[in-house]
Nanobody
Framework: QVQLVESGGGSVQAGGSLRLSCAAS????????MGWFRQAPGKEREGVAA???????TYADSVKGRFTISQDNAKNTLYLRMSSLKPEDTDMYYC?????????????????????WGQGTQVTVSS
């Protein structure tokens, strides 16, 4: 059974940093495409960053240069380092796993391309 468990969320002031983690189990981690998404109440879930099994990364324009996605295949863990946080980054953050394969920028950040989801971790940025 595939399981994704996020951690590392919290409350920070604008300009601060956080690192989110996503522990994966129940499947061979390196065979999946991994991504981070975020969602505010009443809004659509949007892609933030994605990474393939070779370490190639994709970022949403809104976070490029501030967020870094990475993974440790030996630990079956996905990370999202968030720096220079802004109040508009306040959201519930989710990690997701999808079938491995080549993806365009849009596909990599599309929630429809992912099969498994974690329960989310809240990030709150105050001004």
């Amino acid at each position: 059974q595939v399981q994704l468990v996020e951690s590392g969320g919290g409350s920070v002031q604008a300009g601060g940093s956080l690192r989110l983690s996503c522990a994966a189990s129940g499947y061979t981690y390196s065979t999946y495409y991994m991504g981070w998404f975020r969602q505010a109440p009443g809004k659509e879930r949007e892609g933030v960053a994605a990474i393939d099994s070779d370490g190639n990364t994709t970022y949403a324009d809104s976070v490029k240069g501030r967020f870094t996605i990475s993974q440790d295949n030996a630990k079956n863990t996905l990370y999202l380092r968030m720096s220079s946080l802004k109040p508009e980054d306040t959201d519930m953050y989710y990690c997701a796993a999808g079938p491995r394969g080549r993806r365009t920028h849009i596909q990599a950040l599309s929630r429809y391309k992912y099969t498994y989801w974690g329960q989310g971790t809240q990030v709150t940025v105050s001004s």
